[in-house]
């Protein structure tokens, strides 16, 4: 007679080369994640109906993609089904927030409030292993902080004209966060290309509903920027964060996202003229900084469960 399977959470132990390839995805992917603004600006569609081709034109590549790794979908029970469902729809709403809260807001106050993420993370992992953070991490933390008004403190501004926007980006990064936080679970128990293909099927119809009642424009004169959006940011973006999800603990992943406005500001000096100043590339410097202290202080593994049958 057999008892049901059980699960228990257990942090085995990672080789070194799992965990550099783990790091060297988050950064490959929150560079990929940094182009997407700027592709959705060069984009001739409404910003909902970019939101939707993203997810819908990435949709075949992760298909194929999950079939050329083997990594078939397993039977999900409705509960780690209910999971993803539920990171895929915070996404969409995500996606479709933030692409509307950009364009009502400056383009630094919307970097900076949809990396709320990043600090709601870090409270997450500490909320829920209830530990406090260690000395690295509490470096980690201020220095990040840190980082990020050097990195934005120069354009940033508050004004009532940009509340709504304001508020709209700020939504987007707690909705991201409820995605991360789902992927993080869904990943613990199912490899990265099943979760990442299911999780952006579901945000695909929602998207589709909202882009049809907004009324922008559905349809492109020119494929390019939306294929390079799906392809970049869905498919590199977030195929290489949904791996590194798995093997990095959601305070890194939530301190790693920080790259991605420093990323934007290289951006925007190559393609609109806007010169680097000593304040970026120092708040630049200090998200690396932190990323090193994190790992340092032992918060690089994720915790991750592991599922075996009981005697």
Known sequence: MHRPDETRFARPRESR????????????????????????RLADVSSLSSAFWRLALAAPFLFLLTRLARQPIPRLSPAMLGVIAIGGLCFAADL?????????TKLANATLFGNVASFLLAAYVLITTRTLPNPFQSAALVLAA???VLLLGRSYQLDTRYLTGDLLCISAGVLYTGYLIAMTRARG????????LISTLAGMAPLLLFALADGGRM????????????????????????????????????????TQPFVAALIGSLQYGERLGALDIAGGLAICAALVLVRAGGAGQARRPVVEPAP
């Open 17 to 40: 080369a799992v965990m550099v390839r783990a790091y060297a995805a988050m950064v490959v992917g929150n560079v990929a994640l940094a182009f997407g603004p700027w592709l959705v």
């Open 96 to 104: 479709g927030t933030w692409h509307i809260g950009i364009h009502h």
């Open 146 to 148: 840190l980082g990020t």
């Open 189 to 196: 128990l199912l490899q990265p290309m099943p979760v990442l």
């Open 219 to 258: 349809l492109p004169h020119d494929w390019t920027p939306l294929l390079l959006l799906a392809i970049g940011s869905q498919v590199i973006g977030q195929g290489c964060m949904i791996y590194a999800i798995g093997h990095l603990s959601p305070l890194v992943i939530g301190l790693g996202l920080l």
